[in-house]
């Protein structure tokens, strides 16, 4: 039986690292559902992986996926029964195993207006249907994206659509439910230039979505609001959780990784916390927390413990290149590092009586993008 600190260690490596295709198993790899394009190249979210389960078979990874072998010392190679082995070649020794999570069988089927369902939502995780309501975002048209980002390239490459609609969101939900054990719901979505940063649209579909399901947990992200009376409405819509994700903390580089967001005073994400955190409860307010910039893992957590301190679940997670695109290039986090953060943050975590086991929907619930969770149960 394997750990819950080897479990931690192996995923935070995982994480950071991804694992290398080589050429010469691509028959193998595509029989067993990895189409060679190297993961999800769009959308939010870390992008390039696919979800795998790691040996406990309940421990989910979001693992990147690269064709260049200088990436990684960490090799995915077919071993049987949908089984992949780690093969560690600069150890020259097997690092691990591997289950791949299968694509559902809904992502073919079409809605009422004909349309894929897999341009609407897509599975994350085992249990989470996640969807961008919204496609694209005024930073992007600003030049101000942020550097991970690549929420407007699926939509550029016709892999969904410009907004989805409580019905069409309801409907994959419905034929999502058959097949698999959809058990809560992350909307996302890019900022508008509106005021409202997009609430009043999250507020329709989350009504329009609770009147058909009125009991699946959902999750909504969005960006600080100058009108906090929305996040009462948010909450008053059926959301069950927020996310308001600030990114970097550093304010250095969020000037330089999130141009955009950094306009936005560091008082402003700090209103929006403590409002949230009255609105939807304890345990239900998370901010995603990027590193692997080149910051050190002290400055890193010594900005994030006051935000912690508050109540805020710290969904951290290490910075992931886009495949592909060049302006995305970005360091690879180191996994020593990375897990000496995580566990300082789960420490922090308890000090102060957050538990992220009683977050009910969202990422912080999914929890394949990050080790937080792990580091939590292992300390």
């Not at 010469?24 to 390039?48: E, H, M, V």
């Not at 409405?233 to 580089?253: N, P, R, S, Y």
């Not at 009255?278 to 307010?285: L, P």
Request: hydrophobic share 35%; net charge neutral; with cysteine.
């Amino acid at each position: 039986m394997i750990d819950k600190h080897t479990i931690l260690k192996k995923k935070t490596e995982l994480l950071c690292k991804g694992v290398y295709l080589d050429e010469k198993f691509i028959n193998q790899y595509q029989s067993q559902g990895i189409d060679i394009n190297f993961g999800r190249k769009g959308g939010a979210g870390p992008l390039g992986g696919r979800y795998f389960f790691l040996e406990d078979n309940s421990t989910i990874v979001n693992v990147g996926l690269w064709n260049d072998s200088k990436k990684t010392n960490l090799e995915l190679r077919y071993k049987s029964n949908g089984i992949f082995e780690v093969y560690d070649v600069r150890e020259y020794g097997v690092f691990g195993e591997l289950k791949l999570i299968p694509l559902p069988q809904f992502y073919t089927q079409k809605t009422s207006e004909g349309i894929e369902m897999n341009k609407i939502a897509l599975l994350h995780g085992v249990d989470c249907l996640a969807s961008t309501i919204y496609q694209k975002c005024v930073y992007w048209g600003c030049g101000d994206a942020c550097k991970f980002c690549g929420i407007e390239l699926s939509l550029e490459s016709g892999n969904t659509l410009l907004e989805k609609s409580p019905q069409q969101i309801s409907e994959v939900l419905t034929e999502a439910k058959k097949e698999l054990p959809i058990t809560h719901i992350t909307l996302t979505s890019g900022t508008t230039a509106e005021r409202d940063k997009g609430a009043n649209r999250y507020i329709s579909l989350v009504n329009g979505v609770k009147s058909v399901h009125p009991k699946i947990p959902i999750h909504v992200q969005i960006e600080p609001i100058e009108d906090l009376s929305l996040i009462n409405k948010l909450k008053e819509a059926g959301a069950d959780t927020i996310g308001i994700h600030i990114e970097v903390v550093d304010e250095i580089l969020r000037s330089i990784i999130t141009p955009g967001k950094a306009k936005i005073p560091y008082e402003v994400f700090e209103k929006n916390w403590k409002h949230a955190l009255d609105i939807f409860g304890k345990n239900q307010v998370d901010s995603y927390f990027l590193t692997g910039f080149g910051e050190s893992r002290f400055d890193f957590l010594e900005d994030i413990q006051p935000i912690i301190s508050m109540g805020v679940i710290p969904h951290i997670t290490p910075v992931r290149s886009i495949p592909g695109v060049q302006s995305s290039i970005m360091p690879i986090m180191n996994h020593n590092a990375l897990l000496e953060i995580y566990m300082d943050a789960a420490k922090i975590m308890k000090q102060f009586g957050i538990n992220p086991l009683e977050n009910k929907a969202g990422c912080v619930r999914c929890g394949g993008c990050s080790a937080i969770i792990e580091a939590y149960k292992a300390i």
